[in-house]
């Protein structure tokens, strides 16, 4: 017959293991001695292994096969309480999982640090991420593919939605240090970028189809993702607009050079926080959604990210030459 070992067997098993003795576990567990011993007894005999040593020991002394058992043991324990948890949160009315979508514009800095306390504020709620370009995050809000999204690009009302700004961001036009643009040393004029070729991402949503922002080079590179467009613009292949968080320890190394080009549309990039009308925010989304906001809303503008990059760059230069 299979071993079935019961909660209060593995308990025991643990109590005796972490306190060194029946006398301290049964004092722990408020129970007696006897009845410790007699429970350890009836595991090994179910399991058909000796936990512990008896003879000869003052202090009963876990076997290699307890050892072992006691891995077990613990993992059992441990997914049992996990489950009361849960189930606890899910009479309170807690998700079981919370789906997020998240525009590439967020900061990920602010992604990390929120996130992190997210795991530690509700720790049996499953979490469901997805981090995309463009209008990414808005369809799948529209298309119940995720239950809250954070980020831009609203290009159109939808009274089915609940849209909420939580924050900014914003994007620069940025080249490699040894970029032709950068070479020209000096603010650039439409002319100057029209024959340079621009890195572009394509909105895999279809919500901008046949729309382009801030492309005005003639000479264009479309490429699925910032995380490519970073990459080539870094190796000197192309100039284009980044998130400034992305860029900013680039920009503080020097290498990667803030183009100054009045013909750029910079500015802050509004972030929202949205979800279904029909569908309300429970406990853990709504905590989320409001952790966003608190971080995003300290995000500095175009004119103050710009003055740190060329006080910190300037920094650097004065202590290279010192």
Same mark, same amino acid.
């Given at each position: 017959m299979d071993a079935n070992p019961t909660l209060d067997q *593995?308990?025991?098993f643990l109590a005796v293991a972490e306190t060194g003795s029946f006398s301290a576990a049964s004092r722990a567990l408020n129970r007696a001695q006897s009845v410790v011993s007699y429970t350890i007894a009836n595991l090994e005999a179910?399991?058909?292994v000796t936990?512990?040593?008896r003879n000869g020991v003052r202090q009963p002394k876990l076997t290699d096969e307890g050892a072992a058992m006691l891995?077990?043991?613990r993992r059992i324990v441990a997914g049992l309480q996990d489950m009361r948890a849960r189930a606890k949160g899910l009479r309170q009315g807690l998700e079981a999982e919370v789906s997020l979508a998240i525009s590439t514009m967020v900061p990920a800095e602010a992604v990390v640090n929120v *996130?992190?306390?997210?795991?530690?504020?509700f720790p049996t709620v499953g979490l469901n991420l997805n981090?995309?370009?463009l209008g990414m995050v808005m369809e799948m809000v529209l298309n119940r593919k995720t239950g809250i999204g954070i980020g831009g690009a609203m290009f159109h009302q939808d009274d089915g939605l609940v849209i909420e700004r939580i924050g900014h961001s914003f994007m620069v036009p940025v080249?490699?240090?040894d970029h032709p643009l950068v070479l020209l040393n000096r603010p650039l004029t439409l002319a100057d970028v029209r024959e340079e070729v621009q890195l572009v991402v394509t909105d895999t949503s279809g919500l901008t189809k046949g729309r382009d922002f801030n492309v005005l080079s003639y000479k264009k590179w479309r490429v699925s993702d910032i995380a490519t467009k970073y990459q080539l613009i870094k190796g000197g292949l192309g100039w284009g607009g980044l998130p400034a968080s992305l860029v900013r320890n680039d920009i503080i190394t020097g290498d990667l050079k803030v183009l100054e080009l009045d013909a750029y549309e910079g500015g802050e990039y509004p972030l929202y926080a949205l979800r279904k009308a029909d569908t309300p925010a429970g406990p853990a989304a709504k905590w989320l959604m409001d952790a966003f906001q608190h971080r995003l809303s300290q995000c500095p503008n175009t004119k103050s990210f710009l003055e740190a990059m060329t006080s910190m760059t300037a920094d650097g230069v004065r202590d290279a030459a010192e």
């Open positions: *593995l308990q025991v179910q399991l058909e936990l512990f040593e891995e077990h043991a *996130l992190r306390d997210f795991r530690v504020e981090v995309g370009e080249a490699a240090v």
